[in-house]
Each structure stands twice: as C-alpha cells, then as structure tokens.
C-alpha cells in the first residue's frame, strides 16, 4: 500500500528521497503551497498529520459506493512537486524502499510486475455492469497488482477480456465481498428482452444448421418452422414465379394457430400466386436482396386486410392471432439467384435482429439450392435408369412388366420401414437387375426352349455383366453388388458368389421377394385374381431357401393388409392380373429346334472367355487364353489382339494364337490395316492383302485379314486381327461373329485391365515404377522358405542416397524425384533379371540377390556403385552426377534368418559405412 498513484494513472516509486514538504496523503504528491485548498498540508486534505513512521491508509467507512471511495478527498486531487520542494518539519521521514521491505520478509518483489502493469493501458468496462481491477482494488483496500494477481489465480472470480481483468457485482458479493452488494442490480425488463434475442438468435442458427442437413426442400421448410414456433415466431415460405413478377406461398407455420387462421382466411388454390405489387415489403426485400423490418402494428393490419382483400376488423383479428407486432422479411439468395423470400412475424422483433436474420435466410437458401439440384440429379438418374429398363425390355421375348416390378418391390420397402435413400436403391435394383442382358446374344434370349448347359453358363453370367456396367456409370456404381447378388439365394446356393443369409445386401433380399411374387403371377400363360392366395402359399415354401423368411412374412402381412384395406395400388394389381398376358399367342408359338452354325460358335465363344474370365484375374494369361479359344474355335490360321502400349498411341502385341512366331512388334496408331482400324474404329475386311498398300507384309504366305476394334465406354482399347493363308478367307459370318465376340471381350478385357493396373499399383512404386516394399518383403519370405528347403544362400544389398536433401533444397524437390528415377535406372542396368530391384521408402533402396554368397553380393554392390557414378540427372539446363550412395549387404543364413533380421543386419552396416565415411 506504500505506492502512490498519479492523475495520470501509472504507479510511481516509492517515496523515498522525497521533499519533505510533500503532502504524504493517498495520491497526494504536491506541495503545501501548491495544493488547492492551501499551502496547510492539514488545511489541504482536510485530515491531521500522520504519525512518524506510519504512511496514510484510506479512512475505515462503510463505502456508499464505488465512486464515493473514488470521489472523496484524498484521491487525484494535486500535482506531484517539483524537485526544490522543501518538505515541513512534520513529515516524517519516509521508511525503508518497498523492495527492502519485502525482500527482508522474504516475500516476492512487486516491482516486476508493477513495470509489467506500466506497459499496459487502464482498461475501462467492456460492457455495463463489470468493474475494472482498479474499481476493485479501492474497494476492498488492496494494490491493483494485487487485485490482478488474485483474478489470475482464481481466488478472486473475474473474467479476461482483452487484456485486462474484470469483475462482476453479484459473483463478488457470492466469493463474500459484501462491500459490492450495492452495485448488484436485479433484472429488469432490458435484460429479459436480451435474453430473448439470445433464444432468437440461438433457435435462427439451430435451424440454419439444420437446414443444412436436408435433402428435400419440404423436410427444410418444416424443420425451419419448427425451430422458429419454439421461440414463438411464425413463418411463411413464398417463391419467386419463374416470370419473377409474383409470390407462391411454399409453406407456412403458424403454431397451434393454423386451423382458426385457416377459418378466418378462407381456403386458398394450391397454386395461388401472390402478385409482388400486393406485397411491398417482400418485393423490396427481393428487389435488393436486403432484409426489411416492419415494426408499426397498424401498417402490419393494413398490409393484411390489402393482401386478403378483406376488411380491417378480420384483418385485426389475424393480427392478434398471429401475435402480429414485429415482422421481418428476408430474402433467400443462393447463387446470385433470389430464390424467393421468407416472413417471420413475432411480438418483439427488433432492426437489430436482421443481420441474425439474413444470415439464417442465406443459410436456408443455400440448403434449398442444394436440395433442387440433388433432386434434378435424382430425377436424371431415374430417366437414365428408366432408359436402361426400357432398352432391356426391348430385347425380351415376353413383357418385364419393369415399372409394376418396381413400385411393389418400393411398397415393399416402404412397410420394412426403409429410409428414402434405401428405398430409392431397392426401386432402381428391381428396373436394372436385367440389364446385363444387353451384352447377351438374342439368340439365347429369345430362345423358346430350354437353355443346354453351355447356354445356361452364359446366361448366368448376365449379373456379373450387369454389376461391371454400372460400375462404370459412377451416379449408379452403388447400384453394382445389388444387382450381382440379384440371383443369390438366402441359403447360399445361388450364384455368381454364392452369398448366403445376411451377406446378400438387404435391398436385394426385398427384390428377391418380389421377383418370386411375379414368377407366380404375373409370369404364368393363365393367371387370376383366385390364384393370388395358392402363389403366396407358394412364396411361403422358398422362405430359408431361396428367400429370407423374416422378409417374406413382411410382405405376405402387406399384401393382407392392402387387400383389408383396398388401397389404390393393390386395386390396380388386381386389375392388372385380371389382364390378359400381352405375348400370350407369342409363347405359343412354333419353337426353333436348332442354331445356326454361326450361333453355336458364338455361344462357345462368349461361354468360354466368361469362364476364363472368372477363373483367371492376370492379364497376361487372360490374353493368352482368349486368343486361343477364338483361334481354336473359328479355326484360323493367326489371331492377335493388340493393345495400346505405354505410349498411347502405338499398339504393340499383348497376346497371339496360331503359328509362327510374333516379336514384340509395334504398330503406330493409323499406320498399317491394323492401324487404321484402331484410328477409325471401323472393321475391315481385306480379301487380298497384297493388293491393299497399307498392309505391313510381315509374313508372305498371308493373304487375307479381319481386323476388329474392340470399343468399351465409346473409347478403342484394342484391336482384334485374324489373318489366314487363304484369299477371301473373312464374309459377313466372320464379321457378324466378331461384332458379337467383340462386345464381351472388350468387356472382359477392360476389368482385366482395370485389375491388372490396380494389382500394379498396390505392388510397384509410383514414382519409380519399381516394386515396393510390400511386394520386396513378399519375395524375400519366398527366398527363405526356399534357401531353407535348399539349404541354399542369397543376399540384399541395402542402399541409401547420400545428399538427397540438399538436391531437394538446392534444385528443388521435383529435381529430387528426377534423382530417384535415375537411381533406379541405374540399379536395373546394374543387376541380373531374376534380380529384385524395389525402392524401400524415401531414398532407401533395396536389391534381392537370390542365389549369392556374400563375395559375389560384395562384386554386385561395387558394380551398383560404379553404375550409379556413371549415370547424370538433366535438372533444367543443367546436368548434374548423382552425389553417392551408401551400400549394406546381408546374406543368409550367415546375417539372419528371418526378413527383419536380414534387413535390421544390411542397415546397420550401411550406416557403419556412412560413420566411417564421416
């Protein structure tokens, strides 16, 4: 308490060395003859002097307030004195400097944080109703640091704003400072509305944030109504008309209200338009895109009595129903688009309630552009899906009945309680489950006796066809395992996976319900509403065979339930089994007894590429075989299929059936028959090759050649080329066949490929197209297993590129991965091919040496260190050598016996080697 503070705000030093005409009063530094009241020190402060030794403490009294303690004598009320100011005889001299007081009671120094508190401004109160250290301090007779102290270790309750403390009335009164019970003020009507524009403020982003959350823009007004009714608002939804010039009510939320506002406003078209004239208020907020406030009662009642055309008294009476005092509109802008508007109305709205407001109506508008646009997508995948079903349709004998298939199957769905997005996935897995037909031969389809074996094979073969179709469609690739399970039954003996119970996805469960209802029904030559009660018994035999019995009894309950009930859709069910079947006279029709020899090479074809394909996922073996069951069937003397290579435009030769012999020959794109077929993708039939000049004569005794582009998702992705020693081998037959064969192995080829790049790229290094870590570790498990069976040996070499950092640092990083690239050049140039060469991680390498001792490992890693030296990296404009690299090499058994230990083995000694290299 020994320091005095100035007018100005900032402590001072103790009063040591000070005049002794000084007046020692509780911020008084002036003089005698200086102080206003007087040159008495006494007459000055209006108190008597203070003992020797003893410094002035402020007068015990029960304060009235803080700003009487803050207003009395003593405080602010002189200047401090000049130098020359002689103090009277009375002032006693000034004790020990505060720093020697408190150091020899060993307590801490204030004068740190004192010096900390100079460099920080007074803060006055943020808001009304918090008091500042200062405030504190005088009230309860302490140093402000002290104050501040206390507040920083909690054992005074106040709050940091800023950079400054403050203090509340009542939680002071509550920690025991009775002196601030005063200053606690009771709630009054301001702080009540304040808490009412929290709540407002609150239910607005609750409601924004859930709006957000909604697919559908029904769901959004209903949950936005909600959420403002709970804080006592009622709201209307208008939009805009697509001419702009007038309002559709879209929603409206009124509370409890509804059914006597509906009696007093009359009933209202459902699409009654508003024209904006008749709404001021609502067209200037979509005119400028600005909230507006309305907060005149009266004017509200005469805007309602203009708009229902009734009279003022009715017009009233809505007004007090609707609690109508305040109203806010606020437009609803979602992309530089004004979408419409929207109207609250409440008793205590306020102009300071817009910015909240609009905010909420930006964030309701953005969640009703995002639910349009989902819808149009939605409604984009149903014309695609319908598409699909229709081009399906088309090519079956007998009618699929698609669209009634579909909505039972969403009745379905719909009693199990299904959410909109599943029953959406039900309804479009029931319209495409065929659809893997398309890649099927008519002559199968629309065969009128029963499938033999083989054609059975490739019948069953439609839902893989299916799920690979709609895997590359990407808005319905979700659709892709419920259409391939479609055939599954529920004890596992269905196909093409032979999924059993709850691993058959639950959309396709319902769907296979379905399917049995209609093969009872609707697909019988002579059916009738009578036979609807034994084909439900019928359905009841499958349950746990080929059916979930939980589902089946869900849907015998529905069926009993719409006909309890006669809902419109069973009505029309009835009806529609009333019907005859419209290609009746068509299945009675006389039957082919035999294919063309044409169709059954076909049939053999697609049956036996489907089983390869099951059976067989590398690419190149997949290749292999397909060349040679279409050489082997059709009989020529030479099938190639060529594929585009790492340049994309060159083909080079990925499989070939037949005799002689094929290089790694590379044809550019448009250069040869070949060539130009895969530039065009148009077939060609060369009946002499010898008298076409773009044949590339290859080999003499050709004489005619089928060339075939195979195009999947309108792209070219090879070319399939029959060649015979005969002229005028190839007809329209060949071609025919081709056409056929072509669209299932393009197919094939395709999620071959597709396999093939992705098994590459979880095995090989992306950057240095060298196999990784996971496949490394794989091949030298292999080496132990087999070095022990042989008892036989090999080695790693470990390898680590020095200075790869400052490559990095120096040139930049992409300089660096040049680096790498080069590196892993070399180190294939320097090894044998059944060498492994992979990059282990960063900059570290890894060379598998199988069947070396560890001299012989010792001669490969200098040759890698030599080749390395040898080879430079192109950096812009210049050409730079790559720095170094360090070498480790483990063999087994000597280094270890197990992969960790071989690795752990060659690391440590590369780093020996890095220490020694310093």
């Not at 790869?804 to 140039?829: F, P, Q, S």
Request: with cysteine; charged share 25%; hydrophobic share 40%.
């Amino acid at each position: 308490m020994g320091r005095s503070r100035s007018s100005s705000g900032r402590g001072s030093r103790p009063w040591q060395g000070q005049p002794s005409g000084a007046c020692r009063l509780r911020g008084h530094s002036s003089p005698a003859s200086r102080c206003p009241s007087g040159s008495d020190p006494v007459a000055t402060c209006g108190r008597r002097p203070l003992p020797p030794g003893r410094w002035w403490q402020p007068p015990s009294r029960t304060p009235g307030s803080i700003a009487d303690q803050r207003e009395g004598p003593g405080w602010r009320s002189c200047r401090p004195p000049p130098e020359s100011f002689d103090a009277p005889a009375w002032v006693p001299k000034p004790p020990a400097p505060r720093e020697v007081r408190r150091r020899k009671r060993r307590l801490p120094s204030l004068h740190a944080p004192v010096q900390r508190r100079l460099t920080q401004p007074i803060a006055t109160a943020p808001a009304p109703g918090l008091l500042s250290v200062d405030d504190v301090a005088r009230a309860i007779r302490r140093h402000p640091e002290v104050v501040r102290r206390q507040a920083r270790a909690g054992r005074l309750p106040a709050e940091k704003i800023g950079r400054g403390w403050f203090f509340r009335a009542e939680r002071l009164v509550e920690a025991g400072h009775e002196q601030f019970r005063p200053l606690v003020v009771a709630p009054d009507a301001s702080d009540r509305a304040h808490a009412a524009s929290e709540r407002l403020v609150l239910a607005l982003s609750q409601a924004g944030a859930e709006a957000l959350q909604l697919l559908d823009t029904e769901s959004i007004f209903q949950a936005v109504g909600r959420r403002l009714a709970e804080v006592g608002l009622s709201s209307h939804f208008f939009l805009l008309t697509p001419d702009g010039q007038g309002l559709t009510v879209a929603y409206a939320n009124v509370g409890e209200a509804a059914e006597q506002l509906r009696q007093l406003t009359g009933p209202r078209p459902p699409d009654y338009v508003i024209p904006l004239d008749q709404v001021p208020v609502l067209k200037r907020a979509c005119q400028t895109r600005q909230a507006q406030y309305l907060g005149d009662t009266n004017l509200l009642v005469e805007r309602v009595t203009h708009l229902l055309g009734s009279d003022a008294e009715r017009a009233r009476k809505i007004g007090n129903l609707l609690h109508m005092r305040t109203a806010i509109s606020a437009p609803l802008v979602a992309r530089d688009r004004v979408l419409g508007a929207i109207n609250v109305v409440g008793e205590d709205l306020r102009e300071s309630h817009l910015p909240a407001l609009t905010a909420f109506a930006n964030q309701t508008a953005a969640a009703m552009e995002t639910a349009r646009l989902l819808a149009e997508s939605r409604e984009l995948q149903e014309a695609t899906v319908l598409a699909l079903t229709a081009a399906v349709s088309m090519r079956e004998v007998v009618s699929a009945r698609a669209v009634q298939h579909a909505d039972l199957a969403d009745h379905l769905a719909q009693h199990l309680r299904f959410d909109p997005e599943a029953r959406r996935r039900v309804r479009y897995t029931a319209f495409l489950q065929d659809l893997g037909k398309l890649a099927l031969p008519e002559s199968i389809l629309k065969k009128r006796r029963r499938l033999n074996a083989e054609e059975r094979a490739v019948m069953m073969t439609h839902p893989v066809l299916a799920a690979d179709l709609l895997k590359r469609f990407r808005p319905l690739a979700a659709l892709a395992p419920l259409v391939r399970a479609h055939h599954e039954w529920f004890n596992g003996e269905g196909y093409p996976d032979r999924l059993k119970g709850d691993a058959i996805p639950i959309e396709t469960r319902v769907v296979s319900v379905v399917n049995a209802f209609f093969n009872v029904t609707f697909d019988l030559p002579s059916r009738s509403v009578e036979l609807l009660d034994e084909a439900l018994e019928e359905v009841k035999g499958f349950r746990g065979i080929g059916l979930d019995p939980s589902i089946v009894n869900a849907f015998i309950e529905m069926l009993w339930t719409a006909r309890d009930t006669q809902v419109d859709w069973y009505q029309r069910m009835e009806r529609e089994l009333s019907e005859p079947q419209p290609f009746s006279q068509g299945l009675n029709a006389p039957r082919r007894d035999s294919f063309t020899a044409a169709d059954s090479r076909e049939l053999q074809i697609i049956y036996r590429i489907a089983q390869e394909t099951a059976a067989v996922l590398d690419l190149e073996t997949l290749l292999k075989r397909i060349v040679s069951i279409i050489q082997e069937v059709m009989d020529y003397d030479l099938v190639l299929l060529l594929l585009p290579g790492e340049d994309p435009d060159e083909l080079q030769v990925g499989a070939h059936a037949g005799r002689g012999e094929i290089g790694s020959m590379r044809i550019p794109a448009g250069t040869g028959i070949t060539g130009w077929v895969f530039q065009h993708r148009a077939p060609q039939i060369v009946p002499d090759v010898r008298a076409d000049s773009r044949y590339i004569m290859l080999d003499p005794q050709v004489r005619s050649k089928l060339a075939f582009p195979l195009v999947s998702q309108g792209r070219v992705i090879g070319v399939l080329d029959a060649e015979s020693q005969e002229v005028n081998a190839f007809g329209e037959a060949d071609l025919a066949l081709m056409a056929a064969v072509g669209s299932q192995l393009a197919s094939c080829l395709e999620v071959a490929q597709l396999h093939d790049r992705l098994k590459r790229e979880a095995t090989h290094d992306a950057l240095t197209r060298l196999v990784n870590r996971r496949l490394l570790l794989e091949r030298v498990e292999q080496q132990i297993e087999s070095a022990g069976r042989s008892q036989g040996t090999f080695s790693i070499v470990f390898l680590d590129v020095d200075q790869l950092k400052h490559v990095n640092d120096t040139y930049g990083h992409l300089a660096g991965d040049a680096l790498l690239r080069e590196v892993a050049n070399a180190l294939t140039d320097a090894v044998r091919g059944e060498d492994l060469v992979a990059r282990y991680g960063g900059d570290e390498f890894v060379v598998l040496l199988p069947s070396t001792p560890a001299p012989a490992a010792i001669v490969v890693a200098q040759r890698i260190r030599e080749g390395i030296a040898r080879h430079r990296v192109m950096i812009g404009q210049r050409l730079i050598a790559i720095p170094g690299v360090s070498l480790g090499i483990a063999t087994y058994p000597d280094h270890g016996r197990t992969t960790a230990e071989l690795l752990a083995a060659a690391d440590a000694t590369l780093y020996a080697q890095k220490r020694r290299a310093g």
